[in-house]
C-alpha cells in the first residue's frame, strides 16, 4: 500500500520506519524539512509540501496525520481539503479530542472525504516495532487498511472499536485510565522513599514487574527509569497534562460516572506545575487564625 505520512515527529518517524520495513510505500512530509531529508536517507519517499505529498499519490489516496491536536490537525486538514478529491482517505492518528474528530468528518463528509480516527498507544517504542490501535471510522474503509494497519501493530493490538470519532475517544479513556495507574505507582514508592527502610526502588520495581499483581509495561518502565537514575535526582517533579485526562474527566463529569482516581491523578499533576498555592496561604492562614499553628513565611 502506497500511503503519505503528514508529521515526523518522534511517533510519525517511527510508524514512518515501520510502515516501510512492512513493505508499504511510504511518502513522508514534515513542516521541517530536516525531517523529510533524514527520512529519505532511510529509504523512503519525501515530499517539500502537502501538495507534492498529495502529487506523489495515487488515487484514491491514504493520508496519515501524525501532528498534534487541536491548531496544527486544523491547519492540515485545511489546507488538505483543496488537494484532495472524493474517495479519499485521511486518517487523524494524533489525541486529537473526540467531538472536534465528529465535526471534522461530517465537514470533509460534505466533500467525499472520507476521516477515520486512529487513538494510537506504545509510545515510540510501539509505533517503530509493533503498535496498539483503536480505529474509529466506517467499516467499509476500515476494510481498505485493516491490512496495513495489521502490518504496524503488535498481536491482538488492533481493533475497529465503532464509527467516526469512536477511535479517538477509546484512546481519551484509555490515557485517563493511564493518568491513575502512574500516579498509583508514583504514590506507591513515595510511601517507600518517606518509609523507616532503606529500600533500593529499582530492585523493588524489578521484583514487582516479574509474576506480581500489577506487573506490566508502566512497571518495566519504572524499573527502567530508576536503574537510569536510582533516586531520580536528575528529575523535577512537574507533569503536565497534555488534554486527555482533562476530556476524560469532562466525558465523565457529563455521563454522571464517578472517576475520582482519574479526577484525583489530573489534580495532582495541576498542583505539580505550582510552586505554591494562594488556597495553601488560605489554608495556612486560618490554621494560625483558630489553633495558633505555625506558619512558613515567604522569602524573598
Known amino acids: 500500500m502506497k500511503i503519505g505520512l503528514v508529521g515526523l515527529g518522534k511517533m510519525g518517524y517511527a510508524l514512518a520506519l515501520n510502515m516501510h520495513e512492512k513493505g508499504h510505500v511510504v511518502v513522508g512530509y514534515n513542516r521541517s524539512y530536516d525531517k ?115 502490518d504496524v501493530c503488535t498481536e491482538d493490538g488492533l481493533a475497529h472499536v465503532g464509527p467516526g470519532g469512536a477511535g479517538h475517544y477509546v484512546k481519551m479513556i484509555h490515557n485517563g485510565i493511564e493518568y491513575g495507574m502512574m500516579q498509583a505507582i508514583g504514590e506507591g514508592f513515595e510511601i517507600l522513599k518517606a518509609s523507616p527502610f532503606d529500600v533500593d526502588y529499582g530492585q523493588v520495581a524489578q521484583v514487582w514487574r516479574h509474576g506480581s499483581v500489577i506487573r506490566g509495561w508502566l512497571m518495566d518502565l519504572t524499573h527502567q527509569a530508576f536503574m537510569e537514575d536510582p533516586e531520580l535526582s536528575s528529575i523535577k517533579g512537574v507533569v503536565h497534562a497534555s488534554g486527555e485526562g482533562l476530556w476524560s474527566v469532562q466525558e465523565a463529569l457529563d455521563l454522571s460516572v464517578p472517576v475520582p482516581v482519574i479526577s484525583a491523578s489530573l489534580f495532582t499533576r495541576y498542583r505539580s506545575q505550582q510552586q505554591d498555592t494562594f488556597s495553601g496561604k488560605v489554608v495556612a492562614g486560618l490554621r494560625n487564625q483558630f489553633g495558633g499553628h505555625a506558619t512558613i513565611k515567604d522569602e524573598f
Not at 63 to 88: C, F, T, Y
Not at 106 to 114: C, D, F, K, N, R
Open 36 to 150: 523529510v531529508e533524514a527520512i529519505k536517507k532511510e529509504g523512503l519517499s519525501g515530499a517539500r509540501s502537502l501538495e507534492e505529498l498529495v502529487n506523489q499519490l495515487e488515487k484514491p489516496r491514504i493520508i496519515w496525520m501524525m501532528v498534534p491536536a487541536g491548531d496544527p490537525v486544523e491547519g492540515v486538514i485545511l489546507e488538505l481539503k483543496s488537494l484532495l478529491d472524493s474517495g479519499d482517505i485521511l486518517i487523524d492518528g494524533g489525541n486529537s479530542n473526540y467531538k472536534d474528530t465528529l465535526r471534522r468528518g461530517e465537514e470533509l463528509q460534505t466533500l467525499g472525504i472520507h476521516l477515520m480516527d486512529i487513538g494510537t498507544s506504545g509510545g515510540i517504542e510501539g509505533a517503530r516495532h509493533g503498535a496498539c490501535m483503536m480505529v474509529g471510522g466506517s467499516k467499509k474503509d476500515y476494510q481498505k487498511i485493516e491490512g496495513m494497519l495489521q
